[in-house]
């Protein structure tokens, strides 16, 4: 009988293949949060509580419907003819008003579904014109 030791190879942890093994998972969690970030962009819009004011009998009234129309209401209430309902009548309709008028301010009521270019191009009207006085009119919310 043959009581001799055997020879033990030497337990070695081979460091290098770990920190390859590490490095990628490092990578993979850093590309994996990179993702996790939803592009969202939140508004909160104002909303008007307060009541109507007297001033606004004493503006002209500039209404944008959904399709891009232009009307408007002078400062005693009434509508003014439009020779056309585009921007090119609504120039001609604020350019007769008066310079004491024009120290008036003008409310732009736009639909909600009118487009942007139709609001800045009326906004680009007005300031040519010399309107300085410029506000938007908004919907109170909705009471549940």
Do not use: C, W
């Not at 293949?17 to 993702?35: E, G, H, K």
């Not at 139709?118 to 040519?128: E, F, H, I, P």
């Not at 410029?134 to 919907?139: G, P, V």
């Amino acid at each position: 009988m043959e009581f001799r030791r055997k020879r033990r190879s030497s337990v070695e942890i081979g460091l290098i293949p770990m920190i390859d093994v590490l490095l990628v998972l490092l990578f993979f969690f850093m590309v994996a949060t990179t993702f996790r970030h939803h592009s969202e962009l939140k508004i909160n819009l104002p909303e008007a509580t307060g009541s109507e004011t007297t001033q606004e009998n004493q503006a002209l009234n500039l209404f944008i419907d959904a399709n891009g129309a232009y009307s408007l209401t002078g400062a005693d209430g009434k509508a003014l003819a439009l020779a056309n309902p585009n921007l090119d009548g609504l120039k001609a309709a604020l350019a007769q008003q008066t310079i004491a008028t024009r120290q008036l301010p003008l409310i732009i009521n736009a639909d909600g579904k009118a487009q942007h270019q139709a609001v800045v191009s009326a906004l680009d009207v007005a300031n040519q014109l010399g309107f300085h006085h410029l506000s938007f009119a908004i919907d109170p919310p909705e009471q549940p």
